[in-house]
């Protein structure tokens, strides 16, 4: 049934990148705002967190390997749910999808190009988009291996601000007790979304044993990158000054000059493009692998068309701006918490209770 | 109506397509033969046919060849003569005695036309139901050559020549090996032309031959004109700007290829050969890069791959940085290009267009003029265009910099598609970066990336070692490691028998 296979690699750095993406730009006032310098604590608890959910993710998948988590909800509720469930991640993935790809203009318009309209840059992002998605899982996975270690050089950029840091801001850790950090996890936890892709990615996966390594490394890079991140910022701004900016990430660059170009957020913000695609893309391929298997079709490609259609749509009628898009995002984000968490533990001990039933049965 | 309408139109005979197959069988009588040859090749003139009487039968017999194409020597000295002379007592077979090594019979006329055709004589005897066919052909052939395209310092210098036999000699010259196996097809109707694939029968993957084999077989054309023409045929995807299959005219980079477990296709009249499967950085190798030192071959491969960035991008962000982001250039610079460009009164990609479009035009002048009337191109091209222009203020200085580095980038590149290909891609990113900065290139690099990453050659991944990503063939990708650290074939051909070399690197002053 599935021909397409993606390598261990390719799942590690579609995962990853589905988690790192617009976030992040955002993520160090996020922190900030809630439990001062002590957020980056909230990460870890979160990566924790978001662990668990993907090992019962891959725990769950392996009771039906040869079909995405659509197939197992038919499997074991029955047509309609599995009809349902197709309608509900197709929403969720388009939903998601159109989130980020719409903030991704939005932060397009405030740093680069200002006077450009929002829906020439949706226009301009859908060609590649529409080039990639429309070919099968593998193009995606290779296309997030190669943007993964294309853009790793972004990261020695990073160092040049913090010999600017004072890393007393740090301390003392835990200076307002633990009550503000378990708040803040609400918010950060939704930097991890994203790893519940692996619901689809696992029956495309070549040696299927390594799902759960290749879980735990994908959400392991994403720590990291959010790590440094977040700790960078708050080295480098201090503890009141942070939360002034909307984008803290990309302001540390405004202080890197280099002899040969200055203002090297523009640069880099153009170079990240590449990055947040790979959020969006394998996004939108989801969504139309949902709606083209609840059409019982193969080929995804005119369904991606429509969908990219659509979207154009939606951003000429209805002009986007940064508010709107940040309340469709809060509303999103309680759903994929449903699905990434609630959804892969409800289902857990279904399918554990069930296998018990059936053993008692056959006895 | 409408369907029966589309699905009743029958070809007219102007479009049918004429396939030339002469049916029948010879006949047993030579009177008979004759007349059917002289109405095949009406109006002729270099066609001969000899009458004679075989002295070892007694038998009447007539010898027809085309004195244009065979060699009249042999047919002489090693036909006429052992025919007309000799007894043959002494022997005591059937066979007629003609001091030949390659004889075949054959009984159609469609065997036998295509032979005269090839160069062949025949031999119709009296009351034989099979004709002879003596192999004596007689092309003209250019003598064997250095490369006049691709140059190399140390690697040999013998060129490929329009003669595929020859090619295949120069080919097994390199590879003594039984497995060196050749699979011959003809393509074309009217200009039937010889193709042999070549490869090593254990290294290379059957599946990507079935495939190759596959799409020659597929091609039903009247002729082919050459490798470059054959190429266009099977390739992959003909609306890639990358050539998906490498033509080299070097039989040391071709047989150091079938090695890695790729396959080569010689091409009768052709001076190229082509070699698939490629992936995309074969097209920056040379194989200078392997006789040479590892430290110096890296660094000019890195070279190329820096030209490769600079030639697509640096038009494309020059008018990028000028027409939206000039912030993002310091002051300094800033200030000289803008002195620079005072008197300028084009946008920056009106002058980048003017001035690429020139070079286009000034390289294609040059290649195609005779070598003496080639250097006038040069001092036009040195004096009027990049001296007169800047000082009549239509272009400025900088961006006859831009222009000129580009240009030297796209030469760095060793294969001669592949840097056209290059020179391409370079319009549509300054298009891109003129309506939209640094997005449109950003754009563009991600449309160029989707269809690096789905394209193929033979079916395998033309990205190979990048997308996909395979660590251990970056051996010999963008830094070519030591010989012996190379032990491998590059996984990118699908190669069935992987390993090449044993790891046994004399490392100091072992004993």
Known sequence: MIKSKITLMQYIFLIHGVQMGVGVLTLPRELAENSGTDGWIAIIICWFLSIAASLVIIQIMKKYPNGTILDLLSHYFGKWIGKASHVIFALYFALLANVIFIREALFIQAWILPRTEIYIFILLLSIPSYLIVRKDISILGRYSELIFFMTLWIIIIYFIPLKHANWLHLLPLVKEGWEPILNTVKTSIFSFIGFEIAFFLYPFLQRKEKASMGIVIANTISLLAFLMITIGAFVFYSPDEITQYKEPTINILKVVEFQFIERLEIVFLSIYLFVISTTVLPLMFMTVFCTSQLAGKQDHKRHLFWFLLVECMFVVLFPPTYERNTILQQYIQQIGLILAFGLPLCLWGYVWLHGLFKRRAMQ | ?511
Request: charged share 20%.
């Open chain 2, 1 to 511: 109506m409408l369907f029966s309408r589309r699905y009743s139109k029958k070809p007219s005979p102007s479009q049918q397509f004429n396939d030339f197959v002469h049916q029948g069988q010879i006949s047993s009588d030579l009177m008979e033969n004759i007349t059917e040859i002289q109405s095949v090749f009406c109006d002729t003139p270099d066609l001969i046919i000899r009458s004679l009487v075989i002295k070892q039968t007694q038998s009447q017999a007539v010898l027809v060849y085309l004195s244009s194409i065979a060699d009249s020597k042999s047919i002489f000295n090693h036909v006429l003569h052992p025919l007309l002379f000799e007894d043959g007592q002494d022997i005591n077979t059937e066979a007629l005695n003609v001091s030949l090594g390659h004889i075949k019979k054959a009984t159609s006329w469609q065997q036998i036309e295509r032979a005269i055709l090839n160069g062949a004589c025949i031999l119709f005897v009296e009351k034989q139901t099979e004709a002879y066919i003596y192999d004596t052909p007689d092309f003209p052939k250019r003598a064997i050559e250095d490369t006049t395209i691709e140059s190399s310092l140390t690697g040999a210098h013998i060129g490929f020549t329009e003669t595929g036999s020859e090619n295949i000699a120069l080919i097994r010259k390199q590879i003594h090996n039984r497995e060196l196996k050749i699979k011959e097809i003809t393509v074309g109707k009217r200009g039937q032309l010889q193709l042999s694939i070549l490869y090593l029968a254990d290294v290379a993957n059957p599946d990507v031959l079935r495939e190759l084999e596959y799409r020659i077989q597929k091609v039903n054309v009247d002729s082919v004109l050459n490798a470059g023409v054959l190429a266009e045929y099977i390739e992959d995807n003909p609306y890639s700007p990358f050539p998906q299959l490498l033509l080299t005219e070097r039989p040391d980079y071709a047989a150091a290829e079938i090695l890695q477990g790729r396959f080569v296709t010689v091409v009768d009249r052709s001076p190229s050969v082509i070699i698939g499967p490629v992936t995309f950085d074969s097209f920056f190798k040379t194989i200078d890069d392997y006789s040479s030192r590892w430290m110096v071959a890296s660094f000019i491969r890195l070279m190329r791959y820096f030209g490769f960035i600079i030639a697509i991008f640096l038009p494309a962000t020059y008018i990028a940085i000028i027409t939206f982001h000039f912030e993002v250039i310091p002051l300094k610079l800033l200030l000289s290009i803008g002195s620079s460009r005072e008197q300028i009164p084009f946008p920056p990609y009106i002058e980048a267009f003017i001035m690429e479009l020139t070079l286009e035009m000034l390289r294609e002048a040059g290649i195609r003029l005779p070598a003496k009337i080639g250097q006038t191109v040069g001092i036009v091209g040195g004096i009027v265009i990049g001296q007169a222009a800047v000082e009549a203020g239509i272009v400025s200085n900088i961006m006859v910099i831009v222009v000129a580095l580009t240009a030297v980038a796209s030469f760095i590149i060793p294969n001669y598609e592949m840097g056209s290909a290059i020179r391409i891609v370079r319009f549509p990113m300054m298009i891109l970066a003129s309506f939209f900065g640094f997005i449109g290139i950003i754009v563009g690099f991600m449309i160029l990336l989707a269809h690096f990453i789905e394209l193929e050659s033979l079916g395998t991944p033309y990205g190979s070692p990048i997308a996909p990503l395979k660590i251990s063939d970056w051996k010999d990708l963008f830094i070519r490691f030591p010989q012996w650290a190379i032990e491998r074939r590059p996984l990118g051909t699908k190669a069935i028998q992987m390993k090449k070399a044993n790891a046994n690197h004399q490392k100091g002053d072992q004993q």
